[in-house]
């Protein structure tokens, strides 16, 4: 059984920067791990994903050039750096890990989240 904590949300202007924080309990090496964020009356969307082997990353194009997803497997956790952050990023964001080194379908275990906002 795998439990994510995420950590470093807050209040942030528009154009700064927040870092997320995702520890993870049991075996997560080889897991595909992602984040996730809800804005109120928004449903849950993809944000990143890393994979399991070869630290492949992937992201949704809206915050492409700005978020950068990591992984400390020594550690056993995950991290989003969020950079040039604007209104609309706000929200709860969620960690996830997938039973599989790379993300695909859905995720198998959910933080609770971390609340992210943007003040413009």
């Known amino acids: 059984q795998v439990q994510l904590v995420e950590s470093g949300g807050g209040l942030v202007q528009a154009g700064g920067s927040l870092r997320l924080s995702c520890a993870a309990s049991?075996?997560?090496?080889?897991?595909?791990m992602g984040w996730f964020r809800q804005a109120p009356g928004k449903e849950r969307e993809f944000v990143a994903a890393?994979?399991?082997?070869?630290?492949?990353?992937n992201y949704i194009d809206s915050v492409k050039g700005r978020f950068t997803i990591s992984r400390d497997n020594a550690k056993n956790t995950l991290h989003l750096q969020m950079n040039s952050l604007k209104p609309e990023d706000a929200a709860v964001y969620y960690c996830?890990?997938?039973?599989?080194?790379?993300?695909?379908?859905?995720?198998?275990?959910w933080g609770k989240g971390t609340l992210v906002t943007v003040s413009s």
């Open positions: 996830a890990a997938y039973e599989r080194p790379y993300y695909s379908g859905s995720p198998d275990y």
């Open positions: 890393i994979s399991g082997i070869g630290g492949i990353t």
């Open positions: 049991g075996r997560t090496v080889m897991y595909a």
